[in-house]
């Protein structure tokens, strides 16, 4: 097999694999989350994106790996680690931290879709080896961070489960969902 199929085959199959994966174990434990705590676990995930500097750095990958490449995406996963860390930072200023999980999940997208777009204009399949010790990134890594930047979206565009209403007795007021709280008495 050519170097280009053997890297398209596994990019591919790192999504397949990580689709599974989030779909089984991961998908079902961030919907039992609040919204809060699943977008900083998302957040966390995407804190290591300054790891993508490693694109740059002389030695770690090859003398020719196309420059026009190696700085979008070193930059763009850059910038995308320190929003999704300032998110992290500001999770009891909720204004903050939403516009930050924001931030960082648009930047992250972003980013990727413009590396795959930079990778087909620089055939950048054919000289995969190019990438060093950087290959893991787009083949391992890189599926699973735009997964869980297009679950984050999903967890804010989708609307809020609203909360329990349990029924009333006759001559008492509906409860909503909590029961009263030890040396408090219920109306």
């Given at each position: 097999m050519s170097p280009t199929i053997i890297f398209l085959l596994q990019?591919?199959?790192?999504?397949?694999?990580w689709l599974l994966c989030f779909g089984t174990y991961i998908m079902p434990r961030l919907k039992a989350m609040d919204r809060v705590a699943a977008h900083r676990a998302i957040a966390t995930l995407n804190s290591f994106?300054?790891?993508?500097?490693?694109?740059?750095?002389?030695?770690?990958?090859?003398?020719?790996?196309p420059a026009s490449f190696a700085t979008y995406a070193a930059y763009g996963d850059f910038a995308t680690g320190v929003l999704?860390?300032?998110?992290?930072?500001?999770?009891r200023v909720r204004p903050l931290f939403w516009s930050f999980v924001v931030a960082f999940n648009i930047v992250g997208i972003v980013d990727i879709l413009l590396d795959y777009y930079h990778a087909i204009?620089?055939?950048?399949?054919?000289?995969?080896?190019?990438?060093?010790?950087?290959?893991?990134?787009p083949v391992i890594y890189v599926p699973l961070l735009m997964i869980?930047?297009?679950?984050?979206?999903?967890?804010l565009l989708r609307p809020k489960p609203r909360s329990k209403i349990t029924a009333s007795r006759p001559g008492r007021a509906a409860q909503q969902g909590s029961r009263p709280r030890a040396g408090q008495?219920?109306?």
């Open positions: 990019l591919v199959l790192g999504y397949v694999a994106r300054f790891f993508g500097l490693i694109f740059i750095l002389p030695g770690v990958v090859g003398p020719h790996l999704a860390m300032l998110a992290l930072l500001t999770v204009q620089l055939n950048l399949p054919a000289k995969a080896g190019q990438l060093g010790a950087g290959y893991v990134i869980t930047n297009v679950v984050a979206f999903y967890f008495t219920s109306s």
